[in-house]
């Protein structure tokens, strides 16, 4: 076979940088739904929201926390990004900083590279291929601890639970209608929230 007929490699599609979500452990993680993007059925803005839920959730927890912890910490929202390290990258909906650790100065346009205290997860935003959604909770998870970060917390939608990650224990599986602390006395309940606002969610086995 002469080098004409031989056939030229097709070129990997390139994956838009803007439909990654987070990249550590040697992983990237891609956005939900970006396989989608990538078969021209969503456009990328169409993923990149949360749901109303979620939305929802978020805005409520960080409501119930604001006040009674802004004066020592710096509470970051909107996907708050994570520096770890090199090419170690991590997003979370609410990250709570101790502010003798991420002092004021350290605040810039750059993702923060020093560990948060807490930080607070509602439901899972990557698409996830050979491992289970809680692999991905356990391991980002185990490596915040392996940063210095003292507690994380998950809630998720679907089961109505809340799992709560501290160093040297055991995770603690709680439902979302246990009121979860977050810092210093100060603490959430989902359950009670969703009843006072009149929102219902299934619950999925």
């Known amino acids: 076979m002469t080098a004409s007929q031989q056939k030229t490699p097709r070129p990997s599609r390139k994956i838009p940088k803007s439909l990654i979500y987070e990249q550590w452990g040697g992983k990237i993680y891609y956005r939900k739904g970006y396989q989608e993007v990538l078969k021209g059925l969503k456009t990328p803005e169409e993923i990149m929201g949360s749901s109303g839920l979620q939305s929802v959730l978020v805005g409520y927890v960080f409501a119930s926390i604001f006040t009674h912890l802004r004066k020592k910490y710096f509470i970051l929202t909107n996907e708050a990004g994570l520096h770890l390290a090199k090419r170690e ?51 980002k998870s185990n490596r915040l601890i392996a940063f210095d970060t003292e507690k994380i917390i998950w809630i998720f939608s679907k089961i109505q639970k809340v799992f709560v990650f501290e160093p040297n224990q055991e995770p603690v599986i709680l439902g979302w209608n246990n009121d979860i602390e977050v810092l210093e006395g100060v603490s959430f309940n989902i359950a009670q929230f969703l009843e006072e606002e009149g929102i219902e969610v299934s619950k999925e086995l």
């Open 89 to 139: 990258n991590m997003a979370g909906d609410i990250a709570i900083f101790d502010k003798t650790v991420l002092k004021p100065e350290l605040v810039t346009t750059k993702y923060p590279d020093v560990p948060p205290k807490v930080v607070i997860e509602v439901d899972i935003e990557v698409e996830l291929k050979k491992e289970t959604e809680f692999d991905y909770v356990f391991r």
